[in-house]
């Protein structure tokens, strides 16, 4: 049977930490780098293996970055619970917070609904490296069409910071500006760059890269679109870290509960640096140098493993 050592729970940790929030699929360098690196390592960190504890400790892992997500953009979730909760009273959706929580929570169930349908059943039979290095390359495609189709003459901004004339009510404070603009969208138009997220359940598919990519593709904002994805990965992150907890207090995993939550104080800390430093990258910058890593290093992986 396979362990989990304090070492390797860090560095899982702090992988999936970066990995997760950054468009580069956490679930798919948390397949490859073990194969990549080989031995030891790859033994200890082999999902697939029968009697892993790897995929607990993934568990609790996503569990903690989520919890990042949620200490970092605490204020913004208070005004969306306010305004679902508002909104629920009173039989109506007037406000902008009514009209966000509830572009949310749409824009939620279609990869709540994928999730628990597909996501063991693809796990299963796409959680190997090879393939995870294929989905790789193909999010860095996914990355870098959104950046091209963007500039191909729709009259889309490019990257960067959203001056006072773009909003309705400048001078208000930025968070609240970004919110302004993404209750432009049309729930029809929330719920579709939702379901992208439905693609992260392939290993290597980045679940904050396709919905960057798709709110991109709808005229949003890079940091916007970024301010979006993270919105929308919250809850989903939560309920499903939630429904597999109690994975990790089944016997046969005791003996890793010690390294799991040194790598989920790692996971938590990197998942807040992490969306702090993208939330600024993403008002002057683009998709593009993660769509270049991704293809680089996913269809490099997939020759070297193949061989």
């Not at 509960?257 to 990197?270: D, E, I, K, N, R």
Request: net charge positive; charged share 15%; glycine share 10%.
């Amino acid at each position: 049977m396979s362990t989990l050592t304090y070492p390797e729970a860090i560095g899982v940790g702090l992988l999936q930490g970066v990995t997760e929030l950054f468009p580069v699929s956490s679930l798919g360098h948390s397949i490859l780098l073990p194969a990549l690196v080989g031995g030891r390592i790859q033994h200890d960190l082999d999902m697939t293996a029968e009697g892993s504890s790897y995929l607990a400790a993934l568990v609790a892992l996503h569990l903690a970055t989520a919890l990042a997500l949620v200490v970092y953009f605490r204020k913004d979730w208070v005004r969306v619970v306010d305004g679902l909760f508002g909104s629920i009273r009173h039989r109506r959706v007037e406000t902008r917070n009514e009209r966000l929580a509830w572009l949310l929570v749409l824009s939620t169930i279609p990869v709540g609904v994928a999730g628990l349908v597909l996501e063991k059943a693809l796990r299963n039979a796409l959680g190997k490296p090879v393939p995870a290095a294929v989905f790789l390359a193909l999010n860095g495609l996914v990355l870098l069409g959104a950046e091209r189709l963007k500039r191909g003459g729709t009259g889309r901004r490019r990257a960067g910071r959203v001056t006072a004339a773009d909003d309705d009510e400048p001078g208000t404070d930025p968070a609240i500006a970004s919110d302004h603009r993404l209750t432009r969208l049309g729930y029809g138009q929330g719920a579709w760059i939702g379901a992208a997220q439905i693609l992260a359940l392939f290993p290597g598919i980045s679940r904050s890269g396709v919905t960057m990519s798709a709110g991109i593709l709808r005229g949003l904002h890079h940091e916007d679109a970024a301010r979006f994805s993270f919105l929308l990965a919250t809850p989903v992150i939560l309920a499903a870290s939630v429904l597999k907890v109690p994975e990790l207090f089944k016997p046969e995993n005791s003996g890793v509960l010690g390294p799991v939550l040194a790598g989920s104080l790692a996971a938590f800390v990197a998942g807040y640096v992490s969306v702090r430093f993208l939330t600024r990258y993403f008002e002057t910058r683009s998709l593009t140098p993660f769509a270049i890593y991704c293809f680089l290093a996913g269809a490099g992986s997939a020759v070297y493993l193949s061989l």
